[in-house]
């Protein structure tokens, strides 16, 4: 019961030192048309937001379009940083985290 103990301590502390990893890992993800540029940590936090084109011109809708899909995109690479880190902790692979 004791080596139980022990593991699951272990292994809390081994999640806590992945969580101060994530939350240092900055990555940039653009979107697909190339309008937009997200910059984002490992905890999702979303740390810088640009444009790489001049607004002058472009519709709202095509905005709103570029920044869903960057958000989207920086939120998936986030998730499989986290997946890829989790992997390393536990041994196997955790669907969806």
């Known amino acids: 019961m004791f080596d139980k103990m022990k593991q699951l301590m272990e292994m809390q502390k081994k999640m806590q030192e992945v969580k101060r990893e994530l939350d240092n890992i900055n990555f940039d993800i653009t979107s697909s048309d ?3 540029k997200i910059t984002m940590n490992g905890a999702q936090e979303v740390k810088e937001v640009g444009l ?12 709103e379009k570029a920044i869903k899909d960057a958000y989207n995109r920086a939120i998936k690479r986030s998730h499989d940083l986290a997946a890829e880190k989790m992997k390393n902790v536990t041994g196997f692979n955790l669907p969806g985290f």
């Open 34 to 36: 190339g309008l937009i």
């Open 52 to 63: 790489q084109a001049p607004v002058e011109g472009l519709d709202k809708v095509r905005l």
